[in-house]
């Protein structure tokens, strides 16, 4: 097997490396803990296109080493004040999600420090997720009053099941890392110093295998975890929802808080 590097050193925020059959992202932004900024966002879905491009045949979507933060979430500067769709189906975020789940090769989450918020997403719609016993995830859009997208919560109910998923979103606790691997979130919790050894080996195992396979298998995988039929006027009700937290009092109050380092005070209006 012929070894080949490729490096596009046009991104600030995210950099891109392939190295054989592998293709590196990885989120470089640690002054802002890689919050998921529309740049990052649009970085990352260059990459994931580039990858695609260049025909590699595992994809490993990674923090820079050593990060306490594998990424802060989305990031709260950008979150919108006019009663719009923080996560409309447009959003850079929700595009990321999509290229994941569409790009014909397995994708691997190599999850060195803490997750919040939409990070979860991005995480959890990898097709695996390795971690090290410092790796937690915390879904937080209650911390804010964010109303969460409708296929968000269906991607958490599918991966997690109902319960768990209540009580994350109810609490924004983080989850440990013990915790996520007994519930299947993460396949794997390895030393801090083994990860990117044990990530790689696990890649190469799959390189192995028949990619036309893997390539069928993943899409079916996809197909068969949407299939859960919902009548267009339940999403319509479920955006209606959306539109209420999304334009509250509460939604502006946890914006405001955020930013002056205090405990929000909801009214529930």
């Known amino acids: 097997m012929s070894i080949y590097y490729l490096i596009f050193i046009k991104m600030e925020l995210v950099k891109q490396e392939i190295k054989g059959m592998i293709g590196w992202i990885t989120l470089n932004h640690d002054a802002k803990r890689n919050a998921l900024s529309r740049a990052l966002l649009n970085e990352l879905l260059e990459a994931f296109d580039g990858m695609h491009e260049q025909k590699v045949r595992v994809i490993i979507l990674r923090a820079n080493k050593g990060a306490k933060v594998w990424s802060s979430g989305f990031n709260i500067d950008e979150l919108p004040r006019d009663g719009s769709d923080p996560l409309a189906y447009d959003n850079p975020l929700q595009k990321v999600i999509r290229a994941i789940m569409k790009i ?21 719609i990898c097709d695996m997720v390795i971690g090290t016993k410092d790796t937690c995830l915390a879904i937080t859009p209650a911390k804010i009053g964010v109303p969460y997208n409708t296929s968000g919560i269906l991607q958490f109910l599918d991966i997690m099941g109902s319960h768990i998923a ?31 050894n044990f990530t790689v080996n696990l890649a190469n195992r799959i390189i192995a295998n028949s990619p036309l396979s893997i390539q069928v298998i993943k899409e079916q995988l996809n197909i068969l975890g949407n299939s859960l039929p919902i009548s267009p006027s339940v999403f319509e009700h479920i955006d209606m929802l959306r539109g209420k937290a999304g334009t509250s009092t509460d939604y502006i109050e946890g914006i405001r808080s955020f ?11």
Do not use: Q
């Not at 014909?104 to 959890?124: K, L, Q, R, T």
């Not at 994350?168 to 979130?185: N, Q, R, V």
């Not at 930013?259 to 209006?269: L, M, T």
């Open 259 to 269: 930013y002056e380092k205090r405990k929000p005070v909801f009214i529930g209006e």
């Open 166 to 196: 209540k009580e994350m979103f109810f609490t924004a606790d983080p989850i440990s890392a013990e915790k996520a691997h007994s519930l299947g979130i993460i396949n794997h919790i390895v030393e801090p110093e083994e990860l990117e």
């Open 104 to 124: 014909p090769v397995p994708v691997i989450a190599m999850a060195e420090g803490s997750i919040w918020g939409g990070a979860c997403n991005v995480a959890i």
